[in-house]
């Protein structure tokens, strides 16, 4: 392979990618995407890989910035990759991401929707209630690592403060660094996950799941302990797989958190899937009812459904909603979910979602609308084997873009449907991470 070219080269930004580094052309016309710099700018760049098809560079000085460029908050952007647009105006980076939609809409699905949707947004900072710190013990350094991946991901950042994190758990991160570097077993803490609920009397606010991949001391568990009562938290430990989370302290903690428009009190267990940030998800929700417009004698289906966050608010204006997921631990909190807020009217099954559904039971009385909010591979699979005949309309709430785009191209292209509006929720600001919602309306 050809040796990278270490002189610092000029370069003009003509756009942005996905991840949020800036595209510039090389003398050579060879397209080079530049960490750090923003469309309009001319920037003194160094190479840092090479691609047959584009170079990779990270900007070593601005020599003419953009109007849009601000200086970042965090004094780790550009090290931590837990942020790719710090740099950039929080009003032209949700702008950025509707382009994304935009471009992979017509690039991928060859489709366009009748409406753009104005973009949801909220609070900039502090706003993250789930996520995963990595831990590393740096024995060259004497000292403990907490934090996300560098944008380098062989590395942990030093991180002293985040401040996309609510801000409870973003201040304790150098005495997270701290306790764990005071633990015997520092060298086994490989992770530390962090999740968010409700504060309330009966509740634990925040809880932390240590991963350990050796079994704690007495002395070690007592530290974990001191340092929950401390500052509050609630203390999980995990020696194995997800099955083997357990609480520390206090003895049976409980995290909850309330979707107050609709009544609803959703409990969960510290690894479950939940909407990072609790703003926007209740504007995702408000906006995926409006969408579907579903009507009170409606049976509903929800896939991908979780722990109802979508279903439950569903059940209050429908005669019926049916949300399925694939994982069973999912499916029973729920269920259990429906029952704490007495919503009898919302049914869930665990099923496969890549295996044909048209003899499931609960399939047969058929549909009228359907929701959906698949992972990042999206759900051509069950589309393709889902009877969408009956439906009215169906929303689909997005994590990728690319992803929907594909689908989209399949429902509007392939199945005759309509794409009647689509647009972006900024759930991850200051990242380049892209979430949608788009809504489809029957031929």
């Known amino acids: 392979m050809a040796r990278l070219d270490p002189t610092p080269f000029q370069a003009d930004i003509i756009d942005l990618i996905h991840d949020g580094r800036g595209v510039a052309r090389r003398d050579n016309g060879k397209t080079v995407f530049i960490a750090g710099a923003l469309p309009g700018e001319q920037v003194l760049a160094k190479q840092v890989g090479r691609n047959r098809n584009f170079d990779e560079a990270v900007t070593l000085e601005v020599l003419q910035a953009s109007p849009d460029r601000v200086v970042p908050r965090c004094p780790h952007f550009g090290t931590c990759g837990g942020c790719a647009l710090q740099h950039l105006d929080q009003s032209r980076q949700i702008l950025a991401k509707q382009q994304v939609l935009h471009d992979n809409l017509q690039r991928i699905g060859h489709v366009a929707p009748a409406t753009l949707l104005p973009p949801l947004t909220d609070a900039a900072w502090g706003y993250r209630r789930k996520g995963r710190f990595s831990v590393r013990r740096v024995d060259k350094k004497d000292k403990t690592l907490v934090g996300f991946r560098e944008t380098d991901p062989r590395f942990v950042a030093d991180l002293s403060i985040c401040h996309t994190v609510i801000r409870q758990i973003g201040d304790a991160i150098t005495a997270l660094a701290t306790l764990v570097d005071g633990l015997q077993a520092r060298h086994a803490i490989p992770q530390i996950e962090f999740i968010a609920g409700d504060a309330a009397p009966d509740y634990s606010g925040i809880a932390f799941v240590f991963r350990h991949l050796q079994p704690l001391g007495e002395g070690d568990l007592a530290a974990l302990v001191a340092f929950g009562q401390a500052h509050g938290f609630a203390i999980f430990l995990q020696p194995g797989g997800v099955e083997s989370v357990h609480a520390l302290w206090p003895e049976a903690p409980k995290l909850a958190f309330r979707l107050a428009p609709w009544n609803i009190e959703m409990q969960f267990r510290p690894l479950d899937f939940i909407q990072v940030n609790a703003g926007i998800n209740e504007k995702m929700i408000a906006r995926a009812l409006e969408l579907l417009a579903p009507q009170p004698e409606d049976r509903v289906l929800d896939l991908f459904c979780g722990l109802g966050n979508f279903t439950l608010p569903l059940a209050r204006v429908v005669r019926e909603v049916v949300g399925v997921e ?118």
Request: overall charge neutral; glycine content about 6%; charged content about 25%.
């Open 326 to 443: 694939g994982e069973a631990g999912l499916v029973a909190r729920a269920r259990d979910n429906a029952a704490h807020n007495a919503l009898a009217n919302a049914k869930f099954h665990a099923a496969d979602l890549a295996q044909d559904l048209r003899n499931e039971p609960w399939m047969r009385a058929g549909f009228d609308r359907l929701l959906l909010d698949p992972p990042r591979s999206g759900a051509d699979v069950v589309l393709k084997q889902l009877p969408l005949k009956g439906l009215k309309r169906i929303v689909y709430v997005s994590c990728h873009p690319a992803s929907l785009a594909r689908d989209a191209g399949y429902l509007v292209n392939e199945r005759g449907w309509k794409l009647q509006a689509a647009g972006v929720m900024d759930m991850f600001p200051q990242t380049a991470h892209v979430e949608s919602i788009a809504m489809f309306e029957a031929p």
